[in-house]
């Protein structure tokens, strides 16, 4: 069995958008608070996350995550990668190297937005990790937990899934080879992009987000990286098929 814990459900701005005044943005409703996209994935033994976004820091502290093993990361945009510097914290009180898993042009971009870290003379205190390639055709253990990398289209750009056991995340998703959606097919829980109603170059609509699930047949499917223009969590839960949710942010789940 593992544990998941959606912290973040948001899209790159998160919600409340700054200076928004929209119902979304303004709703007292818990479930429209989003911060922006990651899961924490954790076994008995192994402590896992997807995505250090931009606001990882905050993430750790809510739900007082105290250790990680290995960082996934789907995509090299600073809302999936704009907390790496806080992973320092992680090297202070674990004294070890962080495990950092990403595709090639993640890797690269990574490297060069945060040289500091990986510089050959790095002052003290900067971040020690070791990084991982993924080929998204080769699955990878971290311990115990083995995981199948998915290759996922965001516009034109090729981004990374992850199924563990039988739970897939899938984030910033406008198409999926059928190669690629054949590794989901099983799955009991599936969490999934949905940014808003209107179509997107970039990411599932509503509508395509639920039509991907219901051909899959999964149990159970959430909906995350949602934008404000989604319209209200109350509103929008009204219209979903009855194994189907949006997800929110503190979200727990066992698969």
Partial sequence: MIKVVILGTGN???????GCQCAVCMSEDKRDKRLRSSVFIETENTHILIDTSADFRYQMIKHKIR?????L???FHKDHIGGIDDLRAFNFIQKERMKMYANELTLKTIKKDYAYNFSENKAENTLDADLFLVDPQTPFSVKDVNIIPISVWHSDIEILGFRVGDFTYIT???????????KIVGSKVLVINALRKEKHHGHFTLNEAIDFAQKLKIPQTYFTHISHQMGLTKDVMKELPENIS?????LSIEV
């Fill in 12 to 18: 790159s701005t998160g919600i409340p958008l700054i």
């Fill in 67 to 71: 250790r990680l093993d290995a960082i």
């Fill in 73 to 75: 990361y789907t995509h």
């Fill in 172 to 182: 910033d998703a406008s198409k999926l080879e059928e190669k690629e959606i054949q």
């Fill in 246 to 250: 949006l997800a929110y942010d503190g």
